[in-house]
């Protein structure tokens, strides 16, 4: 992953991601998911350099959450907030 954009968004949803990079999948067999907020974020479009999703409506709950990493392929380090 080399860039997401943009890096706020409602915590209504309805953002348009675009998230940036390579050798994303295209394979049936190895579908796509993308989480924001550890929610799903729906994919409209997506290349093997480009993914468009469309982000949820954030949970209710205010405690952190802290995510394990199985089963994690890909990783940002460029952060997404909600206002």
Same mark, same amino acid.
């Given at each position: 992953?080399?860039?997401? #954009? !943009?890096?706020?968004?409602?915590? =209504?949803?309805?953002?348009?991601?675009?998230?940036?990079?390579?050798?994303?999948?295209?394979?049936?067999?190895?579908?796509?998911?993308?989480?924001?907020?550890?929610? !799903?974020?729906?994919?409209?479009?997506?290349? $093997?350099?480009?993914?468009?999703? =469309?982000? !949820?409506?954030? !949970?209710?709950?205010?405690?952190?959450?802290?995510?394990?990493?199985?089963?994690? =392929?890909?990783?940002? #380090?460029?952060?997404?907030? $909600?206002?």
């Amino acid at each position: 992953i080399s860039s997401v #954009t !943009p890096n706020t968004g409602s915590t =209504q949803g309805g953002t348009m991601l675009n998230i940036n990079g390579n050798y994303f999948s295209t394979s049936t067999r190895y579908p796509l998911v993308v989480k924001v907020g550890n929610q !799903p974020c729906t994919i409209l479009s997506s290349t $093997t350099t480009t993914i468009q999703c =469309q982000t !949820p409506v954030a !949970p209710s709950s205010s405690q952190n959450q802290y995510q394990g990493g199985r089963g994690l =392929q890909m990783y940002s #380090t460029s952060g997404y907030t $909600t206002q």
